[in-house]
């Protein structure tokens, strides 16, 4: 079965936005480096960073997002950041209007819907689930293997946070990948199974 990683870049007190849903600088690592993250070329990052996120990403077949991200991110313009599919979690439609193309775009009404159809989607392949309230609501249903965070060094004091709505204590195993980038520590840990 596919493992289910929850990732997103975050603060050192485990936020992943503001309140307003801005990142201020929690993507500078994404272009203080010499290596290119992917073909576009956008993202130049540090070669420690490169080592750990190309494989990682290579790794993804599909990744999961919640509506909200997808209204504030127009669906990433119908073209996912990693793998081949995006599973919406959402109780309204996919906008008419929007990219009648993306077809490897599918909406779920609910988080375990959306992981069910991800595992479907990825094969052999990793999905991915976007942190904050649909990451922390698959992570409170059990549905969560791995929790993947890139912790940059600031601190945000409120806002949007890493884990959403859970609120009971899980126990995860020691990490398994400690990775130092340039303003970025990479950081995986595989969840404790009760």
Same mark, same amino acid.
């Given at each position: 079965?596919?493992?289910?990683?929850?990732?997103?870049?975050?603060?050192?007190?485990?936020?992943?936005?503001?309140?307003?849903?801005?990142?201020?600088?929690?993507?500078?690592?994404?272009?203080?480096?010499?290596?290119?993250?992917?073909?576009?070329?956008?993202?130049?990052?540090?070669?420690?960073?490169?080592?750990?996120?190309?494989?990682?990403?290579?790794?993804?077949?599909?990744?999961?997002?919640?509506?909200?991200?997808?209204?504030?991110?127009?669906?990433?313009?119908?073209?996912?950041?990693?793998?081949?599919?995006?599973?919406?979690?959402?109780?309204?439609?996919?906008?008419?209007?929007?990219?009648?193309?993306?077809?490897?775009?599918?909406?779920? =009404?609910?988080?375990?819907?959306?992981? @069910?159809? /991800?595992?479907? $989607?990825?094969? %052999?392949?990793? *999905?991915? +689930?976007?942190?904050?309230?649909?990451?922390?609501?698959?992570?409170?249903?059990?549905?969560?293997?791995?929790?993947?965070?890139?912790?940059?060094?600031?601190?945000?004091?409120? =806002?949007?946070?890493?884990?959403?709505? @859970?609120? /009971?204590?899980? $126990?995860?195993? %020691?990490?398994? *990948?400690? +990775?130092?980038?340039?303003?970025?520590?990479?950081?995986?840990?595989?969840?404790?199974?009760?």
């Amino acid at each position: 079965m596919s493992p289910v990683l929850m990732h997103a870049v975050v603060s050192v007190d485990g936020f992943i936005a503001d309140a307003d849903d801005q990142v201020g600088p929690l993507f500078d690592w994404y272009g203080n480096g010499d290596e290119p993250l992917g073909d576009g070329g956008g993202f130049r990052i540090s070669k420690a960073s490169a080592d750990y996120t190309r494989p990682m990403w290579a790794s993804l077949g599909v990744t999961i997002m919640g509506r909200r991200l997808f209204d504030l991110t127009n669906g990433w313009d119908a073209k996912p950041p990693a793998g081949e599919h995006v599973v919406v979690v959402s109780h309204r439609p996919r906008p008419a209007d929007w990219h009648p193309e993306a077809s490897h775009y599918h909406f779920a =009404g609910d988080v375990a819907e959306a992981v @069910a159809r /991800a595992r479907e $989607l990825a094969g %052999d392949r990793s *999905v991915a +689930i976007t942190a904050g309230d649909i990451g922390g609501q698959a992570f409170a249903l059990g549905l969560v293997d791995i929790v993947a965070m890139d912790v940059v060094p600031v601190v945000f004091g409120s =806002g949007k946070r890493y884990f959403g709505p @859970a609120d /009971a204590q899980r $126990l995860l195993e %020691d990490p398994h *990948v400690v +990775i130092q980038g340039d303003r970025v520590l990479h950081l995986q840990y595989r969840v404790r199974k009760p």
